[in-house]
């Protein structure tokens, strides 16, 4: 009988988790790549539909930029006049000077919105559907950004055809020259907005955080005035200036519509980005659609 039990034994087939180990029992499924172009797609489709439904969005983000090129930039024409500043080879009018701030500014506005609807949906519980796939985090997040950036880099676009009109007009080449330096920008902003949504829960918060973090943000940074002018009134605002990642931005956009590379702006919008990014990531939690639970 115990020889009958043992050979029975062996015949029943070991459990799955067995067959896999302890060590691989966790081990997510390997998906094919077209997997990972369909969450894509449908990532982008829906940014998309909310930008193309979302008019008043779109407005909004031009109407900020424009009236600062139109009223203030013509009004602090006589009242701040610029040096030769680099990546300028002469003097320049100040809407010249702010017009890759106010660029940047689009991008800043639009990340903070891409991760206000972050919120909203871990508030209607979209989140952790999409969260709980068996798709990798990093992937899904990276995802959202990236259509955002791709609805930021529209609104630029039509921002800078404006300014042209205005007679603000770069090389033609910078217009193509542009288009890395706003992806990386974006990302970087965009990756910025997404850290901040994971630590707030509530819609109505996030809204004040946005205005606590946006406004401060672009008047402490070189999208307004050079560093060299602020260093003559206040060499403590330089200074903040100097440690604000958006003023990176701002340089990387400006350097690139004049066919320039400014690789100390280059390098902390990439260290930035990844930060961000790796922090935003480690905070999300798929099991609840948002910020990770604190234990112990």
């Known amino acids: 009988m115990n020889a009958i039990s043992n050979a029975e034994a062996q015949s029943v087939p070991a459990p799955a988790d067995a067959a896999v180990g302890p060590g691989n029992a966790s081990a997510p499924p390997r998906l094919p790549p077209r997997a990972y172009a369909i969450a894509f797609a449908g990532i982008a489709r829906r940014e998309a539909l909310r930008f193309v439904n979302q008019r008043g969005r779109f407005l909004a983000a031009l109407v900020r930029p424009l009236v600062w090129l139109f009223i203030f930039a013509a009004g602090f024409r006589a009242v701040l006049g610029l040096s030769i500043t680099p990546p300028y080879n002469t003097y320049v009018l100040y809407e010249v000077y702010v017009t890759p701030g106010l660029v940047a500014m689009i991008q800043l506005f639009n990340g903070m919105q891409s991760s206000l609807s972050m919120v909203y949906d871990r508030e209607t519980g979209a989140m952790r559907t999409l969260l709980v796939s068996p798709l990798p985090r990093w992937f899904l997040l990276l995802s959202k950004l990236v259509a955002g950036v791709f ?22 080449l910078g217009y193509l020259a542009v288009v890395p330096a706003l992806v990386l920008s974006g990302l970087m902003l965009g990756a910025l907005g997404l850290l901040l949504s994971s630590a707030i829960r509530q819609l109505e918060n996030f809204a004040g955080v946005m205005n606590f973090v946006i406004f401060p943000m672009f008047f402490a940074s ?8 602020m260093n003559e009134g206040s060499p403590l605002l330089r200074d903040i200036c100097a440690l604000n990642p958006f003023t990176y931005a701002v340089e990387l956009i400006r350097f690139a519509l004049y066919l320039q590379v400014d690789w100390l702006s280059l390098g902390v919008v990439m260290g930035c ?23 112990g």
Do not use: H, N, T
């Not at 930021?152 to 007009?169: E, G, K, N, P, T």
């Open 151 to 172: 609805v930021s880099i529209i609104q630029a676009a039509v921002f800078l055809a404006i300014a042209w009109l205005w007679d603000i007009r770069p090389p033609l």
């Open 222 to 229: 070189s999208a307004l005035y050079p560093l060299w002018r």
């Open 273 to 295: 980005l990844v930060l961000f990014f790796g922090l935003a990531v480690r905070l999300y939690d798929p099991a609840r659609g948002g910020p990770r639970r604190k234990e």
